[in-house]
C-alpha cells in the first residue's frame, strides 16, 4: 500500500512548515516536498507608508535577525534619499550598522547552532526527543549551554546600544544611523566582566568551531553522506573577493567554482534573478535567468559564502577557513551539513570584525547621516545569516512606498532544502516498513542546517508538536501521531 | 472676598485661585489629571474626556470644570481608573494605531496613557477601519489611521494670517481633521515641526524626519507620562 507521510510542524527551525512525503506500493520514495504554510504579506500593507518608516516596519518578519531586515531596508532607502549605495555613508554611519550587523550575526548564529542544531549532535538524530532540545543539553552539558545563551546575550547587547533595543530597534535610518556608540559602552564590550567582553567571545566561537569539528572528525562519514548534491552558490562579495556580510557585489559559482554570476551592481538584480511560483508553497522559487529554472537554482548562507568568497578579512577566521577548503581541495563544498562547519568559521569572523571594530574611534563620531538627490527607486542587499536578503523599493512623489519587493535567505534555499528533504528521505526510509520518529527527525536535521526562518516570523520554541499522517493510496487518513 | 479658595482631590486639601479649571489647580497642587485634548493656554473643549473626574457623584471633565469652593474632586479611584482606561482603549480600538512602526512610539502621549492605566487587550473589539493617509503636502503627513480627533492641531497650527491650516470635515463617525491643501503646502518648516510636536498621537508627521531620535531618549522612555508632577 502506497503512504503518504506528513511531518508538521517542522521543529527547531524558525517559522511553520510542514514535509510531506509520498511513498508507493514498494515503499520507494516517489516525491517529498517542503511545504511553506504561512502567508508572509509585508510587500502589500507596506504599500502607502511613508517610505522612512520601513525599516522599522518590516523588521517586524522576523525575531531572531530582524536587523537584517532593518538594514537591508535602511540600504534600500539610503539610494532613494541620495545616500549611496553602501559605501556612501560617513565613516559612523556605516561603521555603527556594520557593529549592529555582526552582533546580530553572532547572537543568530549562537542561537541556531546551540539552541536548534547542538542536540541533533549531542544525542543522535534519533535520540529521545524529550531530551532532544536545549533543556536537554543545559541537564546534561550545561557549560555548553550557559556559552550558548551568553554569546547570543553579548551579540543581543551590541545590537541594543547600537539599535536601541534588542529586537526590532530603530537605529538605522535613511543615509545613516540616529546615534553613536558612547564610550561607556565601547568599554564594556571590550573589557565587560567575563564572560561578556569581546576576548572571551573569540575564544567560545573557537571552542564551538572545535566542538563541531569534532564531531565531524568522528562521523566524517555520516556528515559528508548526508544530503550531499551539486548546485550554484550565492553571496555578496567584498570588491576585492573578501568575505563582506555587509556589503558588496552580487558573486555566483557554480558546482564547480566557476563565476557564473560576475561581481554584479545587485541594484539591477532583476537582470540577473527571477521568481518562480509553485501551485504548493507561499515560498517562491528564485533562480538566475541566464541558466533557467532547471539549472539556474542556488544555495545562499554560510555553505553558500564560503563557497563565493576568496578569504576572509579576519586572521582566526581566515585560519580556519583554509582548513576548511583544504576538505574539498579549494572546490566549492556541496555537503549540506557542512553548512554546521561554515556557520561556526563566520560566528568566529563576526567576533573578530566586532572587537576590531570596537577599537575604531569612528564608531564615537557624531556624523551620524548623509543625504543627496533624491531617487525614486532603490535596491538594498545584505548577507542575513541564513543568506543574501535582498529588499526593492519604489516610493512616489509624496513619499510614499508603491512597491516593495523581498526575496528573503530562505526563499533562495528554496529548492535547495526541497532537494535536501527528498535526498534524505530517500536515503533512511526506502524500502522501510516502519517509519520511526528518528528517521523523520533527520528529515528535519537536513531542513536546520540551512537554518531557515520559513514565515521570517517569531514563534515560541518548544510547543510546536511533531505530527505525522500516514495516508493509504486514496489519501485516506489511515494513523496519526502527534509528539 | 480673598481670591483664593479650598477645594479637596482625592480626599487631599489644595488650594487655587477662584476661576481656575479643576486640571490645572491639580497641576498647582501637584496632582497629574491626565489629559490629551487639552493643551495650556488654548481654551478647552473637553472633547478626549480622559480627563474626567468625579464630582457630586458626577462625571465631569476636569479641564472645561472650574474649581468652586469646597469642590470634593474624585480622580484616581478604581472606578475613574477603569473609566480612562476604558477610554483609552477606545482609542486604540477605533483607529489603527500600529506602535511598533510608528514615529511617535515612545513620544506619544496616547501610547504613554495605556502604559500608565496598564492597558493590555481591550476590552472591545477593533474596528480596523480603512482609512487614508494624506501625504500631499511637502512639509507633513496626515495618517487618518492614527487621528483621535482630539482638535489640538485644529486650535494651535495657523499661518501668520491666523487661518488654521487644519480643519474638522464631515458628521458622526466619518468626522475627520483633513489639511488645507493651499496651507498645508505654504507652511513653514517651523509650523510643521510644532504641528507634529503639538499632536498627541502619530497622526502628523514631519516629512522625512523619521526615527531620528533613539530609543532612549524619547520621552516617555525613562519616565511615566505625569511622573514629573510632583506634590
Redesign the interface.
Known amino acids: 500500500m502506497s503512504k503518504k507521510i506528513t511531518i508538521e510542524p517542522v521543529t527547531r527551525v524558525e517559522g511553520h512548515g510542514k514535509v510531506t512525503i509520498h511513498m508507493d506500493h514498494q515503499g520507494n520514495i516517489q516525491q517529498t516536498r517542503l511545504h511553506i504554510v504561512e502567508f508572509r504579506g509585508f510587500e502589500r500593507f507596506v504599500q502607502?507608508?511613508?517610505y522612512?518608516?520601513a525599516?522599522?516596519?518590516v523588521q517586524?518578519l522576523c525575531g531572531i535577525c530582524p536587523v537584517s531586515h532593518h538594514l537591508a531596508a535602511a540600504k534600500a532607502l539610503d539610494v532613494i534619499?541620495g545616500a549611496g549605495t553602501g559605501e556612501g555613508l560617513t565613516p559612523t554611519g556605516e561603521k555603527m550598522r556594520r557593529l549592529m550587523h555582526y552582533g546580530q550575526f553572532f547572537q543568530s548564529h549562537a542561537l541556531h547552532f546551540f539552541h536548534l542544531s547542538a542536540p541533533d549532535f549531542l544525542f543522535g538524530f534519533d535520540g529521545d526527543p524529550a531530551i532532544r532540545n536545549i533543556i536537554g543539553i543545559a541537564l546534561t552539558k550545561p557549560e555548553l549551554a550557559v556559552q550558548g545563551v551568553m554569546m547570543r546575550k553579548f551579540g543581543q547587547e551590541i545590537i541594543r546600544a547600537t539599535?536601541?533595543?534588542k529586537i526590532?530597534?530603530?537605529?538605522a535610518?535613511?543615509g545613516g544611523i540616529?546615534?553613536n556608540l558612547s564610550i561607556e559602552e565601547r568599554d564594556e564590550f571590550l573589557k565587560g566582566a567575563d564572560p561578556l567582553n569581546a576576548d572571551k567571545m573569540v575564544s567560545w566561537a573557537q571552542d564551538a568551531l572545535e566542538f563541531f569539528k569534532h564531531y565531524y572528525h568522528a562521523n566524517k562519514e555520516m556528515v559528508d553522506g548526508f544530503a550531499h548534491f551539486p548546485s550554484n552558490h550565492l553571496s555578496l562579495v567584498r570588491k576585492d573577493g573578501a568575505m563582506d556580510l555587509y556589503h558588496g557585489v552580487l558573486r555566483a559559482v557554480d558546482t564547480n567554482g566557476n563565476k557564473i554570476l560576475n561581481d554584479i551592481d545587485y541594484q539591477e538584480y532583476t537582470n540577473y534573478i527571477e521568481e518562480e511560483v509553485r501551485s504548493w508553497s507561499y515560498m517562491k522559487f528564485p533562480y538566475l535567468k541566464e541558466f533557467g529554472k532547471d539549472n539556474g537554482w542556488y544555495r545562499v548562507g554560510p555553505l553558500a559564502r564560503l563557497n563565493t568568497v576568496d578569504f576572509i578579512p579576519t586572521p582566526l577566521a581566515q585560519m580556519e577557513f583554509e582548513k576548511y577548503k583544504a576538505l574539498t581541495h579549494g572546490k566549492p563544498n556541496n555537503f549540506c551539513l557542512h553548512t554546521h562547519y561554515a556557520r561556526l568559521i563566520e560566528t568566529l569572523h563576526a567576533a573578530e570584525m566586532i572587537r576590531e571594530l570596537l577599537n575604531d574611534p569612528d564608531l564615537l563620531g557624531n556624523d551620524l547621516v548623509t543625504k543627496g538627490t533624491k531617487q525614486k527607486e532603490g535596491v538594498g542587499l545584505i548577507e542575513a545569516p541564513r543568506g543574501t536578503l535582498f529588499h526593492h523599493y519604489r516610493i512616489n512623489d509624496?513619499?510614499?512606498i508603491e512597491m516593495a519587493n523581498l526575496i528573503v535567505s530562505t526563499t533562495h534555499n528554496n529548492e535547495p532544502m526541497n532537494r535536501s528533504v527528498n535526498f534524505v528521505a530517500k536515503s533512511v526510509m526506502t524500502g522501510k516498513e516502519v517509519i520511526t520518529e528518528g528517521m523523520m527527525n533527520s528529515v528535519e536535521v537536513a531542513i536546520r542546517a540551512y537554518d531557515p526562518c520559513l514565515s521570517c516570523a517569531t514563534h515560541a520554541l518548544g510547543k510546536m508538536p511533531l505530527e505525522v499522517s500516514l495516508y493509504d493510496s486514496n489519501n485516506n487518513l489511515i494513523d496519526r501521531k502527534r509528539s | 472676598m480673598s481670591n483664593l479658595i479650598k477645594f479637596k482631590i482625592d480626599g487631599v486639601e489644595c488650594m487655587t485661585e477662584r476661576g481656575k479649571y479643576i486640571v490645572e489647580a491639580a497641576l498647582e497642587n501637584g496632582v497629574y489629571i491626565p489629559t490629551l485634548c487639552n493643551m495650556p493656554g488654548v481654551k478647552p473643549k473637553g472633547s478626549c474626556r480622559i480627563c474626567t473626574v468625579k464630582i457630586n457623584g458626577r462625571l465631569m471633565t476636569s479641564c472645561t470644570t472650574p474649581v468652586a469652593d469646597g469642590m470634593e474632586v474624585e480622580s484616581n479611584s478604581p472606578e475613574i481608573s477603569d473609566l480612562r482606561k476604558s477610554i483609552i482603549e477606545l482609542l486604540f480600538v477605533s483607529g489603527n494605531h500600529f506602535c511598533?512602526?510608528c514615529?511617535k512610539s515612545g513620544n506619544c502621549e496616547l501610547q504613554a496613557l495605556a502604559y500608565l492605566y496598564q492597558m493590555l487587550v481591550p476590552r472591545y473589539p477593533y474596528e480596523f477601519p480603512l482609512r487614508e493617509?494624506d501625504?500631499?503636502s511637502p512639509y507633513i503627513?496626515k495618517d487618518q489611521n492614527r487621528c483621535i480627533l482630539c482638535k489640538r492641531c485644529i486650535k494651535t497650527i495657523k499661518d501668520e494670517q491666523g487661518r488654521s491650516v487644519f480643519a474638522f470635515r464631515d458628521r458622526g463617525h466619518r468626522l475627520e481633521v483633513v489639511m488645507d491643501k493651499e496651507l498645508s503646502h505654504e507652511m513653514t518648516p517651523e509650523l510643521a515641526e510644532l504641528a507634529m510636536k503639538n499632536c498627541p498621537v502619530g497622526s502628523i508627521?514631519v516629512?522625512?524626519?523619521?526615527?531620528?531620535?533613539?530609543?532612549?531618549q524619547r520621552k516617555f522612555d525613562k519616565n511615566a507620562i505625569g511622573s514629573d508632577v510632583k506634590l
Request: positive net charge; aromatic residues 4%; charged residues 25%.
Open positions: 502607502g507608508r511613508p522612512w518608516e525599516p522599522v516596519l517586524r534619499v539599535a536601541g533595543k526590532h530597534g530603530t537605529g535610518i535613511p540616529n546615534k509624496n513619499d510614499q | 511598533p512602526s514615529e493617509v501625504a500631499s503627513i508627521l516629512k522625512e524626519k523619521g526615527f531620528i531620535e533613539p530609543i532612549g
